[in-house]
């Protein structure tokens, strides 16, 4: 069974830096893609961020673009979302979340329903 497992939420102040980290369990499966997406309080889940598995392929929010970095080690099994410059809306609980079948182009890797296993969430909180 796939288990993904993320790690660094917490408390930052506005302007600050946070590296959250999703490991993704070594069974056997196929990742395409991994991605990230967030819930603030009250809102529906959006899209974040998210890159292909094998290649370059990498996509965005617009909200987050030139601040956010997603990036992956394969060796590691994990998926990296590095966010500078954070913002007091940035404010969320953020998911990564695991695609396990092929699908090519931002349509699908900005949205939830494509992908098939989830993290727990970590919770993401900045202060202004």
């Known amino acids: 069974q796939v288990h993904l497992v993320e790690s660094g939420g917490g408390l930052v102040q506005a302007g600050g830096s946070v590296r959250l980290s999703c490991a993704a369990s070594?069974?056997?499966?196929?990742?395409?893609?991994m991605g990230w997406f967030r819930q603030a309080p009250g809102k529906e889940r959006e899209f974040v961020a998210a890159?292909?598995?094998?290649?370059?392929?990498?996509y965005y929010v617009d909200s987050v673009k030139g601040r956010f970095t997603v990036s992956r080690d394969n060796a590691k099994n994990t998926v990296y979302l590095q966010m500078n410059s954070l913002k007091p809306e940035d404010t969320a609980v953020y998911y990564c979340?695991?695609?396990?079948?092929?699908?090519?182009?931002?349509?699908?890797?900005?949205?939830?329903?494509?992908?098939?296993?989830w993290g727990q969430g970590t919770q993401v909180t900045v202060s202004s």
């Open positions: 890159a292909s598995w094998i290649g370059s392929d990498t």
């Open positions: 070594a069974r056997t499966f196929t990742v395409d893609a």
């Open positions: 979340a695991a695609m396990l079948s092929y699908y090519s182009g931002a349509y699908y890797y900005t949205r939830d329903r494509y992908y098939d296993v």
